[in-house]
């Protein structure tokens, strides 16, 4: 039976995990939600996925919580922004679920993998398409975060002041290699 971290039996790390990214986001700097809702197409897209419409009302909900707290930001003569920042009640919860155990492994949604699943032969007409597309677009995913390592670890001070990040992206590049290295195998004994 799993132990609770918290009053009324919620355990910390099953709950909304999105508002542990978006402190996680915060405690590097202040950022407006259009700034968030581009980590999400960047960095933090390559392992997890928010859309605009979570983003937003999480937000309200963090600050309503006192997690996070804003200031209403001028630009231009009248457009008003809302830069969000990290409270010190928000960065102890960060703290306290980064420091918590991830005894879980999660299942990944991978609807190529879903697919195979009902495959049932070799010589199924459907099988050497289906790989040949996944293995360019693993291809093309690989090259994609070499770039990214590049553009954000040229040196080894950039990759000391942001490990963490490092250490996913290079999880996510030896991930889609052997993603690839797997898919090569499979064409070429499906042909």
Excluded: C
Excluded at 83 to 98: C, D, F, H, S, V
Excluded at 166 to 188: D, K, M, N
Aim: proline residues 4%; hydrophobic residues 35%.
């Amino acid at each position: 039976m799993k132990q609770t971290n918290e009053p009324g039996g919620v355990i910390i790390g099953q709950r909304n995990r999105l508002q542990y990214i978006i402190l996680g986001l915060l405690s590097q700097r202040a950022q407006t939600g259009y700034d968030l809702t581009r980590a999400f197409d960047h960095e933090i897209g390559e392992f997890w996925q928010a859309s605009h419409s979570q983003i937003y009302p999480l937000l309200q909900r963090l600050e309503t919580g006192g997690d996070i707290t804003h200031e209403d930001l001028i630009t231009g003569e009248k457009l008003a922004k809302k830069q969000y920042e990290l409270t010190p009640q928000g960065r102890t919860k960060l703290n306290a679920w980064i420091s918590e155990p991830s005894p879980e492994l999660t299942a990944t949604k991978d609807d190529f993998i879903l697919k195979l699943y009902f495959i049932k032969s070799a010589d199924d007409p459907r099988l050497a398409p289906m790989i040949a597309e996944q293995l360019q677009l693993h291809r093309d995913q690989v090259e994609h975060l070499q770039a990214r390592r590049q553009t954000v670890f040229p040196t080894d001070d950039a990759i000391q002041a942001a490990y963490g990040h490092y250490l996913i992206l290079e999880h996510a590049i030896e991930r889609e290699t052997h993603y690839v290295a797997w898919l090569e195998r499979q064409a070429a004994t499906n042909h």
